[in-house]
């Protein structure tokens, strides 16, 4: 009927404004949003694209795009990608498959990166349009890469490591042992990790190092800890292990990072004195070092005679009962004061000067624990050794460097090291002369590419590869100088192994053959006449 009819088409019109109220909240809201979207109908022709979507692409507005087919703007887009290619056909199979896409990344000719989902409107079982989201990742995805760098720096530092590191998670299950840990146990990384360390540690040990870590963990506090760990022989070596908590940059726990040394020298030590003070007595006696025992305030106790031959002493009256400061050189009193009263509550190692009864001035290295004395009084027991000749030798090396640091100074001809790259890292007073500067500061960092005339750079290019590749080369090259002089140069380079960043450098002695040439062509030019 009419009537019917009527009531109908209100109905339509009701859902038709409410579409558009839809459509227009949904307009203003794409407008706001930092994410570009893209939506195609069915036939994949572009109904709707907002500002942001425009701006990744470097479009000038929607008008450009509207009613164009999706296929044929991707392909206008495509030279925007670093693999347009591996663009377009993961476009396609995007629409091809009609499998939502949620976070896929993709990078961008420029070196940004751009994250994009992808979802099909199904409306009734058929697909209605394709909505396509993308957004700016390049910051994230930069941080991410420059977090990985560190994990990795920090994993190659901890694995050289001399000592046993962990870290623990939040949850008080451990995520990470270094390879020094995994070496010293010769168990492999997912044996270790949750509890697994646990099955390493001596039985007798097992509970009190737990007991230590959980009540430590709680309360967010450093801790120390010795404990019997099981060997990769299955012997069992004395650990002293000190865990401190780890905060995010939020202020957030993040778990512990510990470290671990193997003590089990020191232990039996303890353990061999508490036993026999008669076996001490025999020690002091044949050991070749100067055992000694302090009192907590540095009075002497007692001497082996190793140690009173170091000292000058004729006899243990000479020195017992003595502060042993007065045995220190002047200039070590504050720092061996300060080691002998951290010596009372742990083990420690300090190197100092001591000037005997006779004047004789000595360099020692002192090992010493907490120990109990014979009446059970609190005291420091301290084995230590001369090493005035390592110290003489250490002399003697820094001596050589200086000297070495001299020849190169005075060396008339240019020695340079060059990173694989290509980066000026030193060069002596002759070859900045060439290159007419009076400071190396001035050319550091700087690329050595930068000082050869052109028509020689691919010359130079090839040489330098070729070092690097193990070869030594030699070659005749121009430069041209920082005020403009160009100058003929007979480079002499071999490979350096470059120790401290496990690289391979190029090292050149380099002299100036400019007058040289000029001769050979003056000889040439008297020949053809």
């Not at 726990?253 to 004195?273: K, N």
């Not at 000292?311 to 002047?330: F, H, K, M, N, T």
């Amino acid at each position: 009927s009419a009537l019917e009819l009527q009531r109908e088409l209100l109905v339509q019109k009701c859902k038709e404004a409410g579409l558009a109220t839809s459509l227009a909240h949904f307009t203003a809201l794409s407008r706001t949003l930092r994410s570009g979207l893209l939506y195609e109908d069915a036939t994949r022709r572009i109904t709707f694209i907002n500002e942001a979507c425009c701006a990744l692409f470097g479009i000038s507005g929607p008008d450009c795009l509207i009613g164009m087919d999706g296929r044929a703007a991707a392909e206008r887009v495509q030279t925007l990608f670093a693999d347009p290619a591996r663009f377009l056909c993961r476009i396609e199979r995007a629409v091809t498959e009609q499998v939502p896409v949620n976070g896929e990344e993709i990078r961008l000719a420029d070196g940004r990166w751009l994250e994009w989902d992808y979802a099909p409107v199904i409306v009734d079982g058929v697909c209605a349009g394709h909505v396509w989201s993308y957004r700016d990742m390049t910051e994230r995805k930069r941080a991410e890469m420059a977090l990985g760098e560190s994990e990795a720096r920090f994993r190659t530092m901890a694995d050289t490591a001399p000592v046993l590191i962990w870290m623990s998670g939040p949850g008080k299950l451990c995520t990470y042992f270094n390879q020094g840990w995994l070496d010293y146990t010769g168990r492999t990384m997912e044996q270790e990790l949750g509890s697994g360390w646990t099955e390493g540690v001596h039985s007798d040990d097992l509970a009190r190092c737990l007991k230590t870590y959980e009540e430590a963990f709680d309360c967010r506090k450093p801790f120390r800890m010795e404990y019997r760990l099981r060997k990769a022989d299955g012997e069992y070596g004395w650990i002293l292990d000190a865990g401190t908590p780890r905060w995010l940059p939020n202020g957030g726990f993040a778990g512990y990072i510990g470290s671990g040394m193997e003590i089990t020298e020191r232990i039996q030590a303890e353990q061999t004195l508490r036993w026999s003070e008669e076996r001490l007595r025999g020690i002091f006696a044949a050991e070749p070092e100067c055992v000694k025992v302090l009192s907590p305030d540095g009075i002497l106790r007692t001497m082996n005679a190793s140690g009173l031959a170091m000292v000058e002493a004729d006899s243990l009256e000479q020195v017992q009962g003595r502060p042993i400061s007065s045995l220190v050189a002047p200039e070590d009193w504050t720092a061996f004061a300060a080691f002998v009263r951290r010596a009372t509550e742990e083990p420690g190692v300090l190197e100092f000067r001591m000037i005997g009864l006779k004047g004789t001035q000595r360099w020692m290295e002192t090992h010493a624990v907490p120990f109990r004395d014979e009446d059970g009084s609190l005291a420091v027991l301290a084995v230590t050794r001369d090493i005035t000749e390592r110290k003489q030798a250490l002399l003697r090396l820094a001596q050589r460097e200086s000297l070495l640091r001299s020849i190169l100074a005075a060396e008339p001809e240019c020695i340079k090291r060059v990173a694989a790259d290509g980066t000026l890292l030193q060069m002596n007073e002759a070859g900045l002369c060439f290159i007419e500067t009076d400071s190396f500061e001035e050319v550091a960092g700087r690329s050595v590419y930068d000082l050869v005339a052109p028509e020689f750079l691919e010359l130079f290019r090839s040489m330098h590869e070729a070092v690097l590749q193990g070869a030594s080369q030699q070659l005749e090259f121009q430069i041209v100088g920082l005020k403009g002089t160009r100058r003929w140069m007979e480079t002499h380079a071999v490979p350096l192994w470059n120790p401290i960043d496990h690289r391979v450098e190029h090292l050149a002695i380099t002299r100036d053959i400019t007058e040289r040439k000029r001769a050979e062509d003056e000889q040439k030019r008297l020949l053809t006449e």
